[in-house]
């Protein structure tokens, strides 16, 4: 089936170590995009990606970092320079950079930094 | 950073009963405007893609009307039924980014 995979679920991590966050796509999409939820908020916007080999920073960057060598994959890395790293976080995909398709999400990853 | 704002910020309904809530988003560079159903354990779900000023859609009893000029949408839910419950997500795209809401948390009460 097609569709967007992140992984692990739930992750814990102690503070002072980076922690990358898996999201792959078999939906052959362009687009690619990383969002963060705090508790009593909206979808912030961490990083995105139009392309291959290009990604742009979102309105919450600090802190992390991306890459995309594949089209298939957009893995998140949250560094220790992420200040409050605790919270749920979201991959999507859309098949046009721009906006005007629809975005396709993952389940999630929910990551805990004791 | 692009605002996206929705309200209310929740709502009940009693089922049966029909109910709008709107997204209000910036009106200059306007590209698109998305909305989505994020229901509790599950990913968010695209309802509508709305690229034209006057564009409505409708799937089922769930309709959705977009004014780019004054920047906002409404989303309208006719005879609320308890599968409806969920958190409904507007997200607006400028360029190549897409930011959302915070959402509203509907909740619908047999």
Known sequence: ?114 | ILNVEQSPQSLHVQEGDSTNFTCSFPSSNFYALHWYRWETAKSPEALFVMTLNGDEKKKGRISATLNTKEGYSYLYIKGSQPEDSATYLCAFSNDYKLSFGAGTTVTVRA
């Not at chain 1, 990083?47 to 890459?67: H, M, R």
């Not at chain 1, 200040?83 to 976080?89: D, I, M, S, V």
């Not at chain 1, 979201?90 to 950079?97: D, E, I, K, M, Q």
Request: hydrophobic share 30%; with cysteine.
């Open chain 1, 1 to 114: 089936d097609g569709g967007i995979t992140q992984s692990p679920k739930y992750l814990f991590r102690k503070e002072g170590q980076n922690v990358t966050l898996s999201c792959e796509q078999n939906l052959n999409h362009d687009a690619m995009y990383w969002y963060r939820q705090d508790p009593g908020q909206g979808l912030r916007l961490i990083y995105y990606s139009q392309i291959v080999n290009d990604f742009q920073k979102g309105d919450i960057a600090e802190g992390y970092s991306v890459s995309r060598e594949k089209k298939e994959s957009f893995p998140l890395t949250v560094t220790s320079a992420q200040k409050n790293p605790t919270a749920f976080y979201l991959c999507a995909s859309s098949f046009s950079s721009g906006g005007g398709t629809e975005a396709f999400f993952g389940q999630g990853t929910r990551l805990t930094v004791v």
